[in-house]
């Protein structure tokens, strides 16, 4: 996943839900989305893991296709 800085447009580095950008120095909330349909996921933390849930159909989906945007 390659996410841009939208201060510098650098490449952010992906930390957890935060992205990072060691350019400008800014950290950035992410809000994942379900790579099917573009809608907000449910994340759920237990046990140190870490799973997303897609409440429109999708189920569980792994954090290898989530989409992550910039939290507005």
């Known amino acids: 996943m390659n996410l841009q800085c939208p201060t510098c447009q650098s490449l952010m580095e992906l ?6 950008c060691a350019t400008c120095q800014h950290d950035y909330a992410l809000e994942a989305l379900c790579p099917d349909c573009q809608q907000p996921l449910d994340v ?15 189920g ?3 954090k290898k296709r989530v989409d992550f945007r910039i939290a507005r």
């Not at 930390?15 to 990072?20: K, L």
């Not at 759920?44 to 999708?58: R, T």
């Open 15 to 20: 930390i957890g839900t935060h992205a990072h």
């Open 44 to 58: 759920l933390k237990a046990c140190g893991a870490v799973d997303y849930f897609c409440q429109h159909g999708h």
């Open 60 to 62: 569980l989906i792994s």
